[in-house]
């Protein structure tokens, strides 16, 4: 029985279907979602590795990528392993109907809060073994990886500055109100570059504002100026834009709003609540 991020099930979403025939070029498989498998893990760190290398956050957080990237693209993997670890972590994969052990396209998303659909979360994955993988991997092998090798792709003075301004933003836009607090929150969204402009992403953002929907929660995010246009086209809404940090690179796309920033979906019917 395989182990999967949320139980042992796979499952099937919204499916995406690819462009019609053109000039004698069959069109590719159906599109369809499963559930992550630690094992994506690897898949996982080689599509956000290649996905993020020319972008201004990655020259700014790992400017020496594309001479170590090896170190680089490992830590995509490593951490991409780390949230699945997380009883509160439930990924998505997108995958070829035809080839399912191939992703093209995943999602991290993350349940937040006290409420029972976190507690509900937390349960679906409650097995003992998984939680002291998650703490040996978490809490010693990483950090082991981070001091040993992060600096020779990574800035880590620029890393911390960037983890810092973070929860700094965190706890204005979510930990301040406290109906925000129980949430889900998409860690990472990528679909693989050969693969961009189906919809897949959208498919896979489904998962979670389909779950938030069923337990009257919203779903957050940070976006970068390349994704917003794509989160605002499922209903999202910028609440706060990101801080300019020193060093920072300038370069940004013509579209979407400069460098991007924290989003917010919310269920219909949600309220608001006062900051505390």
């Not at 490992?74 to 439930?90: E, S, T, V």
């Not at 080839?99 to 979360?121: M, T, W």
């Not at 129980?182 to 992403?201: E, L, T």
């Not at 300038?250 to 019917?269: A, F, L, Q, S, T």
Request: net charge positive; with cysteine.
């Amino acid at each position: 029985m395989s182990l999967t991020t949320a139980g042992t099930r796979s499952i099937a979403a919204n499916s995406t279907n690819s462009a019609p025939v053109t000039n004698g070029i069959a069109p590719r498989a159906k599109v369809v979602i499963r559930l992550g498998r630690l094992w994506d893990a690897q898949r996982i760190g080689v599509i956000a590795s290649a996905t993020y290398l020319e972008t201004p956050m990655t020259k700014y957080l790992s400017p020496r990528a594309k001479n170590y990237y090896f170190i680089y693209e490992l830590g995509f993997k490593l951490r991409a392993l780390n949230r699945m670890l997380d009883a509160q972590n439930a990924t998505f994969v997108a995958v070829e109907e035809t080839n399912q052990n191939y992703a093209i396209g995943y999602a991290q998303f993350v349940r937040l809060g006290n409420d029972e659909g976190a507690k509900k979360q937390i349960a679906s994955r409650g097995w003992w073994g998984l939680t002291l993988v998650a703490f040996v991997f978490g809490k010693i092998l990483l950090p082991i990886f981070t001091y040993c090798f992060a600096s020779w792709s990574d800035d880590l003075q620029h890393v911390n500055e960037f983890v810092r301004a973070l929860f700094k933003q965190s706890a204005s836009v979510f930990d301040s109100h406290p109906k925000r607090r129980n949430r889900w929150h998409a860690q990472s969204v990528v679909v693989s570059v050969d693969f961009q402009r189906m919809k897949i992403g959208k498919t896979l953002m489904g998962e979670a504002i389909k779950r938030a929907r069923e337990e009257g929660v919203i779903v957050g995010l940070e976006a970068s100026a390349e994704g917003e246009m794509m989160y605002k086209s499922v209903g999202f809404e910028v609440v706060q834009r990101f801080e300019k940090l020193k060093g920072m690179p300038d370069e940004v796309p013509k579209e979407g709003g400069g460098i991007g920033g924290v989003m917010i979906w919310k269920p219909e019917g949600f309220t608001e609540d006062e900051k505390e």
